[in-house]
């Protein structure tokens, strides 16, 4: 092995950690984080990025240096040297890769874990309010958890907005958990909410709940996705999945189908909506309005032509809410209706 001028090489090796770390932390190539899984996935990206970025710098960093400094001179005929083989290198070259992917593999496991993947419906892990302590109870953590520094101080910040939901009012459909059925069928999901039976083709969910989906397939397989929350799970005709995740941000995002399923896959679009859940509460109150008024065109049922009180009053009982909560939440839905 001849390994050129120690201190240049000592320089280059810097800068190229430095850039990889930096590339690793600003590469901007996921959209927003909205779920309290995401932070915990793009821990485990960024890492990749970053021994992807400076694997890369080294390999073309090599190639560039190596068309400059071994180009052929004017003139020069001759054979190269004749070299067969170098144990330690290949050692090295064989070791190196096989650290790094051991450390990733753990590393990715006890993400899988901490998110729910083995046992989505088992909630004793799918909070994460301590993603450290629940790592540390798992083997492997030693490598785990010096990967993980930076990925559970992301955490730890994107978990505290979920904080302030609690102190919203308690709402009757936005309990801690909720289970949701979501089939998928040729071309369009259609969403099923517990207690209300409250029929959708949109996801709105309570921000700071954890949802369960059960996933179902009509016809053929499906799969759901959204990028934002960094889950996906896949449907499959007569084999019930489930998917497990805790909206962490009020917003619109997409629901794609990420599978093949015909030729109108590409338009099988959707949107989850992440509300308060004050505004998940009024939301799902509207609906029922809407399906006991025995109204075709629920979708196209106005508040505007009855004051609140009067329009919301047939299903204040059955909802157990007074109507000064829900002259507030339906306010807050709709400023402009009051
Ligand atoms: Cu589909």
Known sequence: MNIPGSITTLLVGIALTIVSLWYGQNHGLMPV????????????????????????????????????????????????????GNIPLEILWTSIPAVIVLGIAVYSFDIYNSMGGLDPMDHSVAHHSQPSDEMAKMPGAAIAGTLTNVATAAVSAALSPTATPESLPVANFAPAEMTVQAAGLQYAWIFTYPDSGVI?????????????????????????WVPEYRVKQDAIPGTPTQLSFTPSLVGEYPVICAELCGPYHGAMKTKVIAETPADFNAWIASQLVASAAGLDGAIALTAADKPVDQFLAPFVDPLGVDAATLQQLHSAHHPSAS
Request: net charge negative; aromatic share 10%.
């Open 33 to 84: 984080a909205a779920s309290t899984d995401a932070p915990l996935v793009d821990g485990l990206f960024d890492i990749m990025m970053t021994i992807g970025t400076g694997l890369f710098l080294l390999v073309q960093g090599a190639i560039v240096y190596s068309f400059f400094k071994f180009r052929r001179k004017p003139g020069d005929d001759t054979d190269g040297p004749y070299i067969e």
């Open 200 to 224: 959708a083709g949109e996801l709105h969910v309570p921000v700071g709940t954890r949802i369960n989906l059960a996933i179902s397939a009509n016809d053929v397989l499906h799969a759901f």
